[in-house]
């Protein structure tokens, strides 16, 4: 079994070998490291990633939580959120991060950002978190065409998570005074890439849109 000080090092090594790497290769080697540990050692991994974020919360170590979820980081992550007064990598890292957990913590920390410059990123981060919950703030970017695009890959990641039927679940019972906008907004997003580069086949659009009613 690696000990903290093993873990510690291989965490060291791993932030210089990929030192010119971009930002999702070392958040990927993170992830692909973590889910390798026995239990016990994922539990030291997060002790680990605990002590940094407290001591030297660096975009590295923010890097290494990208991808992976560990007991007692998302309150850590969500106070260094709750520091940041602009928005930047620091932010658009933390956010990414926040994603992993799904709780109310979270949640907030991340939804004073979404009419910021890194609104996407935010979307993002609250439909990873809560879906259902993030539909209010959702529903007035899918009237933007400029956010079509990110709107479809948040139905994309949302079907991923939790399942197609879940996502025709949240589309159903989603609860907006303007049913008619959110249907031509819906059919918009949708077909927002030609059927070979769109995540949804055909059925399962015509499924989506059918849910509203």
Request: net charge negative; with cysteine.
């Amino acid at each position: 079994m690696k000990s903290h000080e093993e873990i510690e090092a291989d965490l060291d090594a791993m932030g210089g070998a990929n030192y010119y790497s971009e930002d999702y290769e070392l958040e990927w080697a993170a992830h692909h490291y973590h889910a390798a540990l026995s239990e016990a050692e994922k539990a030291c991994f997060g002790d680990v990633l605990k002590r940094r974020l407290r001591d030297d919360p660096s975009l590295v170590t923010l890097c290494y939580c990208a991808r992976l979820r560990a007991p007692g980081v998302g309150p850590l992550l969500a106070g260094l959120l709750n520091a940041e007064n602009q928005t930047g990598l620091r932010s658009r890292a933390l956010m990414t991060a926040l994603g992993n957990y799904d709780d109310d913590v979270a949640f907030r920390a991340v939804e004073r950002f979404v009419d910021s410059d890194q609104s996407r990123e935010a979307l993002a981060a609250l439909a990873a978190i809560d879906f259902p919950r993030a539909r209010p703030r959702l529903f007035r970017y899918l009237l933007r065409e400029d956010y079509a695009d990110a709107c479809l890959h948040l139905f994309r990641d949302r079907a991923k998570r939790a399942g197609f039927d879940a996502l025709v679940s949240d589309v159903a019972t989603w609860e907006t005074p303007d049913r008619d906008r959110l249907r031509q907004a819906l059919v918009r997003v949708l077909n927002a890439k030609p059927d070979e580069f769109n995540p949804f086949t055909e059925d399962e659009r015509r499924l989506l849109v059918e849910a509203l009613g």
